[in-house]
């Protein structure tokens, strides 16, 4: 079955969210040659947080507010977004009942290979955890970015699956969020992400590129990542200082 053709057989859904909250069921897919364009570049988040500068675009965060799990990891995909909330129960109530509205896992069912999942989270808590996060290996994620908190740390690194968060913890959030919004525009430190959005994370920081720009950033970025790439190949070359490329 061909990537088209996968897309197009939705599965059955969790009822971890009801279905009139989920915006797309699936992610818009990127051009093709977009992706694979972007996984070219070096140092991407820098590179790409200097042309989206030149272009008038927001959407650079760096690894200091957005913190890698996985040391030497870069990721490249199309956005799969979640909006969490607080619940309005207290805690000792909804745990006692067993009252968990949490939907990342629906955002995990609904995922299709390469797809970074995205969530404008609760802080203080964890929204994604080690099953979780498993669960996203298999269905073959590229891996999440989080605002909010994330816990069991050594299981998504056991699995080889990379995350990005502000904060990390060991207070669950199954008592204390609730899921009220997948495949719909969010905010993440100040920036809005939209479904389909390209997502660029390396150990330097996470840029979330407007899909409608991406093509344009791209082309510039490549001819920026091929200038730096030949001064330092002059560096190593020996050629002094003054007559590096773009020194003139």
Known sequence: MNDLAFADVLPKLTGKISPDRIRLMRTPRPPKGLIDGFKRIGDASSVISDIMD?????????????????????????????????????????????????????????????????????????????????????QGEAGAIVSGGIRDLGHSRRVGYPLWATEITPVTGKWRIETVEINGDIQIAGVRVAPGDIVVADETGVCFIPIARAAEVLAKALKKSAFEEAKCEAIEAGTSVADLPGNA
């Open 54 to 138: 030149e272009l008038g675009i927001t959407g650079a965060i760096g690894a200091s507010t957005l913190k890698p799990t996985l040391p030497s990891t870069s990721i490249v995909g199309p956005a799969l977004t979640v909006r969490n909330i607080l619940q309005r129960e207290h805690v000792y109530e909804t745990a006692r009942d067993h009252v968990n509205r949490m939907a990342e896992f629906e955002a995990h069912n609904l995922a299709l290979p390469g797809d970074v999942v995205v969530i404008d989270g609760v802080a203080g808590v964890s929204n994604m955890g080690g099953i979780s996060a498993q669960t996203g290996k298999r």
